[in-house]
């Protein structure tokens, strides 16, 4: 275990967008600097940060350079270059740490990684060859979603199968990259579980939040959502198994389809999560301060939630209503400093208090 960070440390970043923002910020307020490292120009958190390094994750010397100059590094996205990671690690930690990554790059090793904890996961089959894709037709069946094994996000890299005829021009369209055909859940509702644990081993999990999705893209994150006891405990346990099995240090994002059969978990993410925002005005200690506090090696705060609330994502030009939406004393707005509202591009979100929790 590293010892805590003390005021003035200096947290590394992997990734300027908005979550390296919101890091960056929970941060500052704990009094720790912030550098980040970005390829692109002009990222979101270098607004807010002590300290930009602007650079390909192929740049060793960069990368040697940023690493010297923090104390612990963390990232806001799962698709570090091992490469980088490699440069990164030996000369300070790296947290969450290599494994964590390892598990949720490839949604093969994920799905292997979380059936055999107990968990379940939609029926899947790997497929990297035209003789694979017919024997996971075979074993999987339709309907089902073909999904890239790495590099996929909001619904990108996924096709659908309605019937086995829809498979080839299916991985045609991925462009015959490695893959994992799942069959399709028939789930209710989807919930996520926001978890965290610290350098000794505590846990600490959020409340569930009900997702809502629109082409692809997270629409609402609802609190509370619509589980019973004991789903809401399964969910909760099952989350703290994952982060105790990969000897996890920050938060994750445990994403669930709620079925009359139980929970199926559909992926994991190392890292602080949209589906987490609403901890900023529903709690005293929000996902972003809960990470920081984390890879700094502090306790961990309380998670409990003080207010029912529902997070909505500002995609595109919704940000546009902003000041309209600032008179609403119940909504707490959260910008992201990007200059060019493109369609279907994450804004800002807000946080619409809805009343205490009862
Ligand atoms: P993912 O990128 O894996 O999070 O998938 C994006 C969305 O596609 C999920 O939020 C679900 O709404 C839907 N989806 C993914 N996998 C499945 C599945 N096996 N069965 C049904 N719907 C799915």
Redesign the pocket.
């Known amino acids: 275990m590293t010892k805590a960070l003390q005021q003035g440390a200096t947290i590394g970043i992997l990734g300027g967008g908005q979550l390296g923002r919101m890091l960056s910020v929970a941060a500052s307020r704990l009094g720790f600097k912030t550098h980040i490292f970005e390829p692109g120009a002009n990222p979101p958190a270098g607004h807010v940060a002590d300290a930009v390094t602007t650079a390909p994750y192929s740049d060793h010397d960069a990368l040697t350079a940023f690493a010297n100059s923090v104390d612990v590094i963390t990232f806001e996205f799962e698709n570090i270059p091992t490469q980088a990671l490699d440069v990164l690690e030996k000369l300070r930690p790296v947290l969450p740490a290599r494994n964590a990554l390892a598990t949720s790059q490839d949604r093969i090793v994920e799905k292997e990684f979380l059936s055999g904890l107990g968990l379940n996961v939609?029926p899947f089959a790997n497929v990297e060859t035209a003789e694979d894709l017919s024997t996971a037709v075979a074993t999987v069946g339709t309907p089902?979603?073909l999904?890239t094994r790495r590099f996929?996000?909001?619904?990108k890299g996924?096709a659908r199968l309605k019937t086995n005829d829809d498979a080839q021009a299916a991985w045609d369209a991925l462009g015959n990259t490695p893959c994992v055909l799942?069959?399709?859940?028939d789930?209710s509702h989807?919930v996520s579980v926001i978890g965290a644990r610290s350098q000794s081993g505590e846990v600490v999990c959020y409340d569930p939040g009900e997702?809502v999705?629109r082409d692809?893209i997270l629409h609402t994150t609802t609190l509370p959502a619509t589980l019973n006891v004991s789903q809401r405990m399964d969910a909760v346990l099952l989350t703290g198994k994952v982060l105790n099995a990969l000897d996890y240090v920050g938060v994750m994002g445990v994403?669930l389809?709620v079925t009359p059969a139980g929970l199926i978990v559909?992926?994991i993410a190392p890292r602080v999560h949209n589906s987490g925002h609403w901890t900023q005005n529903g709690c005293v200690i929000d996902q972003f301060e809960q990470h920081i506090r984390a890879v700094a090696g502090w306790p961990l705060g309380d998670g409990t939630r003080h207010s029912n609330v529902v997070m909505t994502n500002l995609i595109g030009d919704e940000v546009l209503d902003v000041v309209k939406l600032s008179s609403d004393a119940n909504i707490g707005l959260h910008l992201y400093g990007k200059a060019d509202a493109k369609p279907g591009r994450k804004m800002g979100h807000v946080n619409k208090i809805t009343g205490p929790v009862n």
């Open positions: 939609a089902s979603i999904k996929g996000y909001d619904g996924q799942e069959g399709f859940i789930f989807e997702n999705h692809g994403e389809f559909n992926e």
